[in-house]
């Protein structure tokens, strides 16, 4: 073994580590290798900045050595380009575990199609197209694949490298990362691929035995709830009778469109599942499509038949109580909405998966969450984070540089009284805040009443264009990636007079759940107001419903859910151990919501009801670390040859550590004198008068 390593002892399994580990990823480690030797579950929450990911890879790669039949290990996230990253952590730790990183990504075809008309399509148009080509033998590159031996690469590292590789040889990445995962030790996956019922079953062989892990997963309720939930869309209902109109079966599909014309009209019906079966059985839809002939390639039929199948089988697993049946009249399509995440899991558990591991650096809060998933947690954990408290200021701000109440809840976001006052707040603090902020908003529509308000009524937005560069975040994917981009090169400007930056976003945006931001390009996260779904979503009304009949508590799951958002948005601000920054919630809501913030976060908050004492302490904050900053050019070849291989950060060295005591206790005694100062220089002038 030639990589240098840290070789440790961890729950009796010889883990090896890249460099010397933090406390809490050693507890990560520990807690990842106790599920898995149990065959348990764990859902584990450890902050951005901690190594995560590393952790969890050495953890299950050093237990996986350790049996005689290696499980396969399945890792899925959200994007194809974390698992871009994760292909490339695996690809650091190969000369650690050369026996054990051999790895296939199974992406989307819109990643992997090479075909030169297919690959320019939609992505939900491209899987019709590429049966279809395969099917009429017109794709070179499905040819190529089928026809050889063996695939040209083993394992597959990066999506573009892969491409590449097999471009070269003129085969098709797609169908050869299918073809590599079987054998691989790792196999990379989109959420959909576990999370989706019927992928689930195409993936069954996968899935047996292997070991699930869920990364970046605070949003895994969703994608569960999103994967079995059905739909079927009025057009297609209507096409459907349109090409069986010659078929024997037509009488057949005309009485099941009749019975499901009826709730193609209300908002959402509960008898739709008792009536169901006396109309249709599964003999009824294997008749069907046994029927089909000619038409059977034709998409309305086939997503006609697996609405069908689908909510045969919700009746069948005794599922109905977990379903609600919604028609969206914008879209004209009926929904069997699954409200339940834990079938999801269940099923995964059922297809004899050994162990489900479900991480991310925002989790919090977890009470609604662990009884929404209902499988059985051997080991929970909320970590620490590897930064020194000299690293994070976290403020509740109850009232404005006026004195205002700040609170923006739906009745008060539009008071022009609120809205001047938390725009005077933000120009306070964009002023003292170095580098970049990031302001986040309940949602787009709050944003845009406090922007147009700030625009139309005094100069408060042109005031604080005058102290940062202004971006907003947009709602189209393309522009979002210009805007954040213009926005990083503002924060880090080497003009002498550049005040750096400010990126107005919301909860739940883009930027909200993932972009990485660090040091200057997000010195402060300001948030501002509860993001709260829509209590008269249809959607949200009938998850709280549910959620009180089975004894969860849709309040409690309508609060921690917002608050999970905010956590998620609050994860911009500190995106590594030797990052700093300050968290600023400007809203008096937030005072007595403290145990729905992650634990790291919470035991560092100050409630201030004063505007100015938050402003003099943000300002402190900031001196500190522009004096800390000035060190770091003497410290910072000592950190990078040692600190960095030890896992430490510029803030254990104790000449930082003593200079933050000692620079306060100064500032508090200079402020004490100049306070006395004024108090008699006043009394002089009165005594004088």
Known sequence: MTASHNTLQLEDVEVRFPYSPYTCQEEYMKSVIRA?????????????????????????LSWRQTQETPPQVIYASRTHSQLSQVAQEITKLAPLYPHSTRTSLLASRDQYCLHPTISTYHSLSQPAACRAAITSSSCAHHQTYKNAAKPPVDT???????????????????????????GADVVLVPYNYLTDRNLQYRYKSLINNS???????????????????FSLTAAAMNNVLDVMETSPTLEKWQEICRFLEEFFSTEYQSSFFQFFESYINFGTVKELRASLGGVGQVSAVHEMLDFLDNVLDIIDTKSTESYNILFDGETECLLCVCLDPSIALKNLLKLQARSI?????TISPLPTIVKELDIPFTEILQNTHVIKPSQLLVQVVTRGSDGEPLESSFKNRRSETYL??????????LRIIPGGVLVFFPSYTAMDIALTYWRENGDLWSIMKREKICHIEPRNKEYFYRTVKRYEQDCLDSDPDSKGAALFAVCRGKLAEGVDLSDEKSRGVIIVGIPFSYPNDPLVAMKMKYLDRVKIGGKAWYQQTAFRAVNQALGRAIRH????????????????????LPSWVASELSVLASFGSAIKATSEFFKFHAIAGSQQDTYANKFKREGASKGVTLFDFPILSKSFEILMFLIKVLYAIVAAL????????????
Not at 219 to 226: A, G, K, P
Not at 357 to 361: E, M, N
């Open 36 to 60: 898995l030797k149990s065959e348990g579950n764990a859902i584990l929450e450890s902050p951005t900045g901690t190594g995560k990911t590393l952790s969890m890879l050495c953890s299950v």
């Open 156 to 182: 597959v590292r990066d999506i573009e490298d892969f491409v590449a590789a097999c471009a070269g040889h003129g085969t098709c990445p797609y169908y050869t990362a299918q073809q590599l995962a079987p």
């Open 211 to 229: 070991v699930i892990i869920f990364d970046e997963a605070h949003n895994i309720t969703q994608f569960c709830e999103t994967g079995y939930t």
């Open 357 to 361: 591991l479900i991480t991310s650096g």
């Open 420 to 429: 001047h006052s938390l725009g005077m707040t933000l120009v306070n603090y």
């Open 577 to 596: 151990g030797g990052d700093y920054g300050a968290m600023i919630f400007l809203d008096e809501r937030f005072a007595a919501n403290q145990d729905l």
């Open 678 to 689: 004024v108090r008699f220089v006043l009394y002089l002038i009165r005594g004088r008068k």
